[in-house]
């Protein structure tokens, strides 16, 4: 009896699976010349068009303005959000809980950056661990934050 170990003969993982509108979206604005920005909604969406990218071997503009999700979590006392959201939308949102996040000028405070998944060059969908969330605060992280979790703050304590 011959004993096949799965996880050294598995192949490589497959694209994660997303809207066929999207792929549609992607091969069409991909075909004209220059090609149109691509609007995906989700991380994985991203994920698919770097990959779709790589594998063509050309460059496709991503406009990730119309990612707009923000979850909040009043008892953890976070944000989660995408990076079509901005400050204000997530001051607004988190204020309905008594809650704010810390802004500067710059936007979001990274020092509150808890969490983060993260589509690297290859087009890999991956969750940030501590070595990339610190390349991520400091601005030498190589990839596109989709999804980003943020320690909230009383707002009564802020407006001090």
Do not use: C
Request: hydrophobic share 45%.
């Amino acid at each position: 009896m011959t004993v096949i170990d799965y996880e050294t003969t598995r192949r490589s993982p497959a694209p994660p699976r997303v809207a066929d509108e999207f792929v549609l979206q992607l091969r069409t604005h991909s075909a004209r010349r220059p090609p149109l920005p691509i609007r995906p909604l989700t991380g994985r969406e991203v994920a698919v068009a770097v990959r779709y990218a790589l594998d063509e071997g050309q460059e496709l503009p991503l406009d990730l303005s119309a990612m707009k999700r923000i979850v909040i979590d009043p008892t953890e006392r976070t944000a989660r959000v995408q990076p079509g959201v901005t400050p204000a939308e997530l001051e607004q949102a988190a204020f309905y809980w008594g809650l704010a996040p810390l802004a500067d000028r710059h936007g979001l405070v990274l020092a509150n950056l808890i969490a983060a998944h993260v589509v690297l060059p290859d087009g890999e969908l991956v969750e940030a661990d501590a070595e990339l969330l610190r390349e991520i605060r400091t601005g030498r992280a190589l990839g596109l934050v989709v999804d980003a979790t943020y320690r909230l703050h009383a707002a009564a304590e802020l407006q001090r």
